[in-house]
């Protein structure tokens, strides 16, 4: 693509990043800022629309199913029709059912909502593929991954804030039609900047005789092994959102004590996040994913003492730096190891992987906290722990490059690290 011609361009931390990167950074932040629709959608159904908790939970969890979805099957559109284009369209479809929205009548958001979340999971997995295809072979996938990330928690910090404002000065319906327009206009923006006519891999990878999806796979297990440990340990990532503040509620805490917790998430990703992926861009990323799920793993095990400011604290700092550590790697791990005509498909698994937890935490979570509490920890660090073993395991299994090699064919795939590996 266009991008990949700055390639060494950019002082600093994001040195190497592409243009069409940065490009890309800069509409997913303006698109972040106004995507805050989620965070009030449960509030806007049993508020303005005065459902039932039990319609608004359905209504909410179709459209998590729905985006969940999207992240998993939304490469598939990019590998066969051009990842642009998948882009281009999940965005205007996602627009245009946010801005109606208001309007429907409740039937119609049992339907419309879970299409407007399924597009906007296509849009997630095709500018993962996009990354991940603007960076050359050699290029700095950590840090393209990082800086797109950087963006996206950027805007969703302002989001929340400047939601609420628009909720209480305007209407909640409102929240829609500017979540709705935003996408709208990040479309329009990403059709500019976007190369209509890039290179052959990045507009369509798509070829009738390459190997499938899972033979692909199969042929590298440690990619596997990594996407079974990412929907674990999201299962109990998010349980900071699911049952963390129920947990703090029921020892007496505050729920300022718990918006200073997600202000602390958010605070210390935004200020680490991109240093550390810059100062450990050598690192095989593999070890640096395993490690990252260990702190997850060990953030809850710090609660099982109990529910002190001080463990409270403690708890989101080692989970935090866990985050920092496994997110970005293991995004571009997976870049790094996917086939070019299935950098899409390879690139959606890993979006759908990493937000399932979305979908899983709250009723695991739940049906765990609400039959054994005292369990609900000790299980959460056993299960990131055992993940993140699994991943430091994967890097003793073989990889397509090693066979070839053995085959006298030559390696393939990647060395261990983004400054070695193919573009995929």
């Known amino acids: 693509m266009r991008g990949s011609r700055t390639e060494g361009r950019g002082t600093g931390m994001v040195r190497g ?90 039937a119609a958001l049992y339907g419309v909502l879970p299409v407007a979340q399924y597009a906007a999971g296509v849009v997630r997995a095709a500018n993962a593929a996009l990354v991940a295809v603007s960076v050359p072979e050699g290029g700095s996938r950590r840090q393209s991954f990082a800086l797109f990330r950087f963006a996206s928690n950027g805007g969703f910090a302002i989001g929340p804030p400047l939601g609420a404002l628009v909720a209480t000065r305007l209407s909640y319906d409102w929240l829609f039609v500017a979540d ?26 798509h070829d009738p005789d390459a190997p499938g999806l899972w033979r692909e796979l199969r042929a590298r297990p440690a990619v596997l092994v990594l996407l079974t440990a990412i929907v674990v340990v999201d299962t109990v990532y998010r349980q900071q959102y699911a049952t963390l503040p129920v947990f703090l509620a029921g020892h007496g805490h505050t729920t300022q004590l718990y918006g200073w917790l997600l202000a602390l998430n958010g605070g210390v990703i935004l200020c680490l996040e991109l240093p550390a992926a810059h100062a450990l861009r050598r690192r095989a990323p593999l070890g640096l994913v395993g490690t990252g799920l260990l702190l997850v793993g060990l953030g809850y095990a710090v609660l099982i003492p109990g529910a002190g400011v001080l463990l409270a604290v403690t708890m989101m700092l080692s989970v935090t730096l866990g985050e920092i550590l496994y997110k970005t790697p293991a995004t571009a791990y997976v870049a790094d190891q996917a086939p070019g005509h299935a950098q899409g498909r390879f690139q959606s698994l890993y979006a759908g992987a990493s937000i399932s937890g979305q979908v899983l935490a709250p009723p695991l979570g739940g049906a765990l906290y609400a039959a054994a509490p005292a369990l609900l920890w000790p299980v959460c660090a056993l299960l990131a722990a055992a993940a993140g073993g699994a991943v430091l395991a994967s890097r003793r299994l073989p990889r397509p490059g090693e066979r070839a090699e053995a085959a006298g064919r030559g390696p393939h795939a990647e060395t261990g690290s983004p400054e070695q590996a193919p573009a995929g």
Not at 27 to 41: D, I, K
Not at 181 to 196: H, N, Q, S, V
């Open 180 to 205: 709705g327009l935003g996408t709208l206009l990040f479309a329009l923006y990403a059709a500019r900047i976007l190369p209509a006519r890039g290179s052959a891999h990045a507009v369509r990878s």
């Open 17 to 106: 990043v592409p243009r069409t990167v940065r490009l890309l950074a800069l509409g997913a932040f303006l698109n972040a800022v106004v995507s805050f629709t989620f965070v009030y959608l449960f509030v806007y159904l049993v508020g303005p629309r005065g459902l039932s908790v039990t319609q608004a939970g359905v209504i909410s969890g179709v459209g998590g199913i729905g985006l969940v979805a999207g992240n998993f099957t939304g490469g598939w559109f990019g590998d066969r029709f051009g990842h642009r284009r998948a882009l281009l369209t999940g965005a205007c479809v996602s627009g245009t059912a946010l801005v109606v929205l208001p309007l429907l009548p409740v």
